[in-house]
């Protein structure tokens, strides 16, 4: 099993999801990123623009079955105009 964890505009997130689930995803939990988070992680995320400050981003955890992660990454990459993929976990135990 793999756990991704990335992190998309609130605007993008609904075409993500449905990527991810076509992709073969097992499980998807969707949470807001605090907006403190956000300017200061991200504040160069758009090439130093105030998009970061405007727009709210949603953290997707993804779990997927180890054959599938490949075509779900890819998934995430093709959908999202830009994302930031935080984490990839593997293995059984996934902290």
Known sequence: M?????VV????????RKAVF???ANRLVISPV???TCIIEFGDWYC??????RESHMQLEVTSDDSR???IISA??????????????TGSVLP
């Open 22 to 24: 076509i992709a073969g």
């Open 76 to 89: 995430i990459l093709s959908t999202a105009h830009a994302a930031k993929i935080e984490n990839i976990f």
């Open 48 to 53: 130093g623009t105030s998009i970061a400050k």
């Open 69 to 71: 992660s490949d075509a």
């Open 34 to 36: 605090p907006q403190r």
């Open 9 to 16: 505009s609130a605007s993008e997130m609904k075409a993500v």
């Open 2 to 6: 793999k756990r991704i964890i990335i």
